[in-house]
Structure formats: structure tokens, C-alpha cells
């Protein structure tokens, strides 16, 4: 049996989320993961499924992001007929109201992407990255051209960013990967909101770097802190369009790993993600990358 879990019975989900957690190498899930979770839910941002069994023990569970529209997590130890159906489940609920659900994740199995392809998601790959720290401190940058400059981003500068993080993305790939991210400039705001609010790992203003010309944002990298301290990562790095091709985008993000080490004795390596089809990988791949492990995104849109 399949019911939506209250929030006031939100902590019945910890011994399962325990034993997941416990399993999953590490950094593969927010260190804040079922807190996000459960004040999305209290919040009324996610809606929480749970699968029972005869004697109303919880056997698995499925998130629905309400404001993402992401099918964000199943898990029922490994029973695939189970997560199958919460999938289904949450699915027929939530999918006649959505121009588009996404999923993916480290929660999904071979199984489980087999049957999101049947019911209509498109699947892309993609790659979790890494650079050590000893390579970020030997790669030398070039100089910006005269009238560029680099700036610590400021919230105030929220809108105007929302903006070139649009335009950066629209008709790529990963407007396609993450709809709820980059399908609408109030999108981009609300991703660069998450950001702040740690949602990616700790944030901490002084790494998160734009590219300035003429008093205008044309390019952004914005870093936060994972895994107790000793990982810096990249939740998004844009350049505007028009100024692709010069070399800004790896200027800007050489300048930006190395505040960050510079400023965190502790960070041993820098991470990212990026979609494999998103031609930014050869960049990261140039500059000294290297894939950690692929994993995939799914999207359905209702057409």
C-alpha cells in the first residue's frame, strides 16, 4: 500500500534513510540531505510517499519536489517491484498538473532507469568530476583582457545574474537535463537561491566569482564547501554567449578554484558535475578533470 507520509510523521522515515546513507559513498548525497527533506515537506515544497507493508511497516519511500517537479529520490532497500511503484504512484498523481517532471539521481538502478524510459523519460548521462588540489595550485591563468574584471558575486546582484544564467543555457543541453534550473530566468533566481541557502554545500560569499565588463555580469562561478570541509564545488559557472570562444570561461574558473583553495587550507579537491552531451566538459577535461563515476537525469515532458 502506497500513501503520502505526513509531515507530522516524518521522523518514521530515519532508520530507512539511515540505512541509505550508510551504504552511499560519500559525498554522493547533501550532508544535509533528510533535513532538506523533511522542511521541504513540512514546507509544503515536497510532497513524501511511503510504501507499507500488510502490518503498516514502512518499507520504502519516494519524494516529489512540488516547486522542481522532480522525482527526486525512491529507495525501498533494493526492492525494485516496490520503487517501481512508488514511481508509478507518484507519477500518476503529479503528472497531468506538470509541463515536465524530472528525475535521476544516485538513487536510480539499472532497473529503475529501464522503466523511467518506458513511461516516457528521456535519459542523459552524465559525469561527476574531480581536480586535486596539487594540480588547481600548479595551473597558471592568463590575464583578462583590458576592461574585464573579476568581482566576489553579492546577492544584489541576484536579478541581473538570473539573467546571464538563462541566456547561457537557453537551447543547451542542460536546459533540457534540468528544466526546473534553467527553463525560466525566475528558475535560474530560485537555483541560484538554493546556492545561498547551502542547498549544494556550504556557501560561503567570498568564492563564488563573476567576470565584469563595462559594470555588466558576463560570466559567473559560483562555489560552495562539501564534505566536511575538504571539497570545493561547482554548482553552475556560466559565460553570456556572445562572449564564448575567448577563453573567459576557463580564466574564470582557474581564478576561482584558486581563491578558494587559497582561502581553505582544507580543501584537497574541487569537484563538479557536467552533462556529457554539454561540450563544457572538454574544458573541464583540459584543464586536468577526471571522471569520479557517470550516472544519469531523466525528463518527461507533457506534451
Avoid at 515544497?45 to 510504501?51: E, I, S
Avoid at 517501481?84 to 524530472?102: G, Q, R, V, W
Avoid at 578558494?260 to 566538459?281: F, H, M, Y
Amino acid at each position: 500500500m502506497i500513501k503520502e507520509i505526513p509531515a507530522d510523521m516524518l521522523d518514521t522515515i530515519d532508520p530507512l534513510m539511515n540505512r541509505y546513507l550508510e551504504k552511499s559513498p560519500e559525498g554522493q548525497m547533501p550532508p544535509n540531505f533528510m533535513d532538506l527533506v523533511k522542511t521541504a515537506v513540512s514546507e509544503g515544497k515536497a510532497f513524501l510517499y511511503g510504501t507499507y507493508s500488510d502490518d503498516d511497516i514502512l518499507q520504502g519511500i519516494g519524494i516529489f519536489g512540488n516547486v522542481s517537479k522532480r522525482l527526486s529520490f525512491v529507495y525501498a532497500s533494493g526492492n525494485v517491484d516496490l520503487e517501481i511503484e512508488l514511481i508509478n504512484a507518484i507519477f500518476n498523481n503529479h503528472s497531468s498538473d506538470c509541463p515536465y517532471i524530472h528525475a535521476g539521481g544516485p538513487s536510480v538502478t539499472e532497473a529503475i532507469s529501464h522503466h523511467l524510459i518506458e513511461i516516457g523519460f528521456r535519459k542523459l548521462d552524465r559525469a561527476y568530476m574531480t581536480l586535486s588540489r596539487k594540480l588547481v595550485e600548479n595551473i597558471d591563468n592568463s590575464d583578462l583582457p583590458d576592461g574585464m574584471k573579476y568581482e566576489v558575486y553579492d546577492n544584489s546582484q541576484i536579478d541581473e545574474l538570473s539573467k546571464v544564467v538563462f541566456i547561457s543555457n537557453e537551447g543547451n543541453i542542460d536546459q533540457i537535463v534540468f528544466p526546473n534550473f534553467f527553463g525560466t530566468i525566475e528558475n535560474c533566481k530560485t537555483l541560484i537561491e538554493n546556492i545561498e541557502n547551502n542547498v549544494y554545500g556550504e556557501y560561503k560569499k567570498p568564492y563564488s566569482w563573476l567576470l565584469i565588463e563595462d559594470n555588466r555580469i558576463i560570466g559567473a562561478c559560483l562555489m560552495t564547501i562539501r564534505n566536511k570541509g575538504d571539497t570545493g564545488y561547482i554548482p553552475d559557472i556560466v559565460i553570456d554567449p556572445k562572449y564564448r570562444g575567448k577563453g573567459l570561461g576557463k580564466m574564470l574558473l582557474i581564478h576561482s578554484m584558486k581563491k578558494i583553495i587559497d582561502g581553505e587550507p582544507d580543501i584537497v579537491k574541487v569537484d563538479l558535475d557536467v552533462t556529457l552531451e554539454n561540450d563544457a566538459r572538454f574544458l573541464y577535461k583540459s584543464i586536468g578533470f577526471e571522471h569520479v563515476r557517470e550516472y544519469s537525469m531523466y525528463t518527461w515532458v507533457n506534451e
